[in-house]
Nanobody, 115 residues
């Protein structure tokens, strides 16, 4: 079993920055991948950023160039640095990891961007 706890959400003005953190109960270096997803009201959950065990990352076009995912295996933590935030980035952000074919999720942290 893996437990993920997100932190760092909050209210920020458009153009601002936030850094989300996700602390994992397991050894992150053994996870196949870790990522961040978000879900806005009335919308499906969508991938925001993912980083593999090998360190490769991928982003959808909506956040590419603004968001950066990173991991600190020594602290079993993954981060999401979000810059140039827009009102459409408002959502609950969930941490995810894939381990032995199973998806694990955190409870989410709310990010609200005011215009």
């Amino acid at each position: 079993q893996v437990y993920l706890v997100e932190s760092g959400g909050g209210l920020v003005q458009a153009g601002g920055s936030l850094r989300l953190s996700c602390a994992a109960s397991g050894t992150t270096s053994t996870f196949n991948s870790m990522g961040w997803y978000r879900q806005a009201p009335g919308k499906q959950r969508e991938l925001v950023a993912e980083i593999t065990m090998g360190g490769s990352s991928r982003y959808p076009s909506s956040v590419k160039g603004r968001f950066t995912i990173s991991r600190d295996n020594a602290k079993d933590t993954v981060y999401l640095q979000m810059n140039s935030l827009k009102p459409e980035d408002t959502a609950i952000y969930y941490c995810n990891c894939k381990w032995y074919g199973i998806n694990y999720w955190g409870k989410g942290t709310l990010v609200t961007i005011s215009s």
